[in-house]
């Protein structure tokens, strides 16, 4: 079996990158490519947590004509339904899967219970954590870090459609520096945008490393666990 760096990891997903190039709704050619190499690091024996977002059907910021609970609640209800689309990709390939969602749908998933969610990963099924914390005005990145702690992952790995963290957007600056590694302080004081600044401090706070990388390459997921240098680590 492969060597590995890491034995535990969240992995953090966007909508947008199962929408693939149509950029709305789920791709079926994006996602498989995602789910082959989410199979191959667990074949390789790590324990894999997803968290993902919605923003391919719904983005908060969306509904600005309307309340903001209920503009974040539809949201949550969004990356449920990329995370039943994670978890048939994955048993389409093989991979056991469970989808726990923070608000409860008896019907179609279970309720988060972290004692739940460490059994499944122990027996080497990939759990999706969907709907956020649960709470509005929290996002999915929040939830990634909160869910990390829970699970004691390693590490996170935030796949992006940028593929290091830069000092500027690099599309609209060609002068932009990309950063190897930077420190959780420094991203908050130079304000990168790698993640909301609730997440970004929980991070530091919880000592939570963070691998920022091009989610464009599924490959990349596969180069992560296995310690190679890409993107950027946050520490």
């Known amino acids: ?128 954590f969907a709907c956020g914390t649960g709470h509005p005005y929290f996002t999915t990145d929040t939830a990634a870090v909160l869910r990390a702690t829970e699970v004691n992952a390693e590490i996170i790995l935030l796949g992006k459609s940028i593929d290091a963290v830069y000092s500027a957007d690099p599309k609209k600056d060609k002068n932009a520096v990309k950063y190897d590694e930077i420190s959780y302080l420094d991203v908050l004081n130079k304000d990168l945008k790698v993640m909301d600044s609730t997440a970004t401090a929980m991070c530091r706070d919880n000592h939570m490393p963070l691998l920022v990388f091009g989610i464009d390459e599924p490959e990349n997921i596969v180069k992560a666990v296995k310690g190679e240098k890409i993107g950027t680590i946050v520490k």
């Open 1 to 128: 079996m492969p060597e590995t760096k890491y034995k535990r990891v969240l992995l953090k997903l966007s909508g947008e990158a199962l929408a693939g190039e149509q950029k709305t709704g789920v791709d079926a050619e994006t996602i498989g490519k995602i789910c082959d190499k989410i199979k191959e690091i667990v074949d390789m024996g790590v324990q894999v947590a997803i968290v993902v977002g919605g923003g391919n059907f719904w983005r908060g910021r969306n509904g600005h004509q309307m309340d903001r609970t209920t503009a974040d609640y539809m949201g949550m209800l969004a990356t449920a339904m990329n995370g039943l689309a994670l978890q048939d990709a994955l048993e389409a390939r093989g991979v056991y899967s469970r989808v726990q969602t923070a608000i409860e749908m008896r019907g179609i998933a279970e309720p988060f219970i972290i004692r739940k969610a460490e059994k499944h990963l122990q027996k080497g099924r990939v759990v999706i």
